[in-house]
């Protein structure tokens, strides 16, 4: 007997092979899932007393763990699992949907005797980039930026509009934890490592525990799945990497030239370019995810997007985003119906599969249906996210955004200035 994720079920894949280590207090481990998608609802994540002094093993086969698996079997919905839930309630595809591997299928009997093999681990928010849809608690680059706000006395404003920028957070030291120290000991027991920051190239513990793998002997057995923002993969990190079995990296990159630039501040076109050239040159490249978060600066750069996106590599996928928080000006439903309905047509012309060209007609069409009031809110929302930053970085977004785009701002500024 065959399972896989669908809507009129509850399965999904993650709870039975994999293990986050994401969310700490200082060196204390405070919060776990079967997957980080459980957290975009604020979610507390599994109820596990003392999990900080748990190591993985036993973090995965907790009492929590075991009910979960439990109910994605039998049909109940784990309220662990809330964004999925929303998702789906909304018409939307949900995160549960790309659980399972390649073959999409997954038979019962390996689910009886669930295995940890994939731990995702963020240790740190150390990153080399300030990207607008970040926030300090996983950039401390924009520490930079929260100095400039507090500066110019638009910080609570910021904050207000967009959930960022709310407050500075201490240092992690979660290389420190009980649960680091065991992974640098058991590289034989996780097959696959994901991890996420931050970046996670820039963070010299994450750096150390790849080394660990290779000088145990482990690299050659073990898949790397990394969230990169992919412009720290220079030759020190080509030389460490191409030592394991695969690596399938998702690139999170959000626009095309000066787009992604103005989105990926600090980041250089060029130089990504170059960086992604080296990577797909590796023998062991399984595959190429790009990672999109879809906002109203980019939704209009969609199409040069996929057509660059395609000329990278032989198998690329596209995973299109939804900006987080929702109430976010930048969030698409801040979009006129019109620009909307112009964008919309020229995505279904797209030559992509259709679970890609079903997540973007999904983001568009319920900003199309977001009622008036709301919308407007959000458009004023937009234009103030859009210039507050815009001051406290000396820079403006007609020198960079498209065209369209550029106009609609220019004529909140007449509403709102």
């Not at 009031?373 to 403006?396: F, G, H, M, N, P």
Request: net charge neutral; glycine share 2%; with cysteine.
């Amino acid at each position: 007997m065959k399972k896989q994720p669908k809507k009129d079920n509850t399965f999904c894949y993650y709870p039975f092979h994999e293990l986050t280590l994401k969310m700490w207090d200082g060196h204390k481990l405070t919060n776990t899932s079967p997957c980080c998608m459980m957290f975009n609802t604020y979610n507390d994540g599994l109820p596990i007393a003392n999990m900080y002094s748990k190591t993985p093993e036993e973090l995965f086969y907790s009492p929590a763990m075991n009910q979960l698996r439990k109910d994605a079997l039998q049909g109940v919905r784990n309220p662990a699992c809330e964004v999925c839930w929303k998702l789906e309630d909304n018409g939307q595809t949900s995160f549960r949907m790309y659980s399972s591997p390649a073959e999409h299928v997954i038979d019962v009997r390996d689910l009886k005797n669930p295995q940890l093999t994939t731990i995702d681990i963020t240790l740190s928010n150390v990153c080399n980039l300030r990207c607008r849809m970040c926030d300090v608690s996983n950039s401390n680059r924009l520490n930079k930026d929260f100095d400039a706000l507090e500066t110019q006395g638009t910080r609570d404003e910021f904050w207000q509009i967009t959930g960022a920028m709310g407050r500075k957070y201490d240092k992690l030291s979660a290389h420190k934890s009980r649960q680091y120290k065991w992974l640098i000991k058991n590289t034989d027991k996780i097959k696959t490592l994901k991890a996420s920051g931050g970046e996670p190239f820039y963070d010299k513990n994450l750096i150390r525990l790849l080394q660990q793998y290779i000088k145990t002997g482990n690299a050659a057995d073990t898949a790397l799945h990394f969230h990169t923002n992919a412009t720290m993969i220079d030759d020190r990190v080509i030389d460490i990497i191409k030592h394991f079995k695969s690596n399938y990296h998702t690139f999170s990159i959000d626009g095309t030239d000066k787009v992604y630039e103005y989105i990926r501040h600090e980041a250089n076109w060029d130089s990504l370019n170059e960086n992604i050239k080296k990577y797909t040159e590796l023998d062991n490249v399984e595959k190429l995810d790009l990672n999109m978060v879809v906002t109203a600066h980019n939704l209009h750069n969609v199409p040069d997007y996929v057509a660059w996106a395609k000329s990278l590599y032989k198998d690329v996928t596209i995973v299109f985003s939804d900006v987080y928080p929702e109430k976010r000006g930048t969030q698409i439903s801040s979009l006129p119906i019109k620009m909307l309905e112009d964008v919309y047509n020229k995505i279904l012309t797209l030559d992509l599969p259709e679970m890609q060209i079903t997540t973007l007609k999904e983001f568009i069409e319920k900003a199309i249906e977001t009622p008036k009031d709301i919308k407007e809110d959000r458009a004023k929302k937009l234009y103030k996210e859009t210039v507050i930053l815009d001051a406290a970085r000396k820079q403006s977004y007609r020198d960079y955004l498209y065209p369209e785009m550029v106009e609609y701002l220019d004529t909140l500024k007449k509403l709102y200035d």
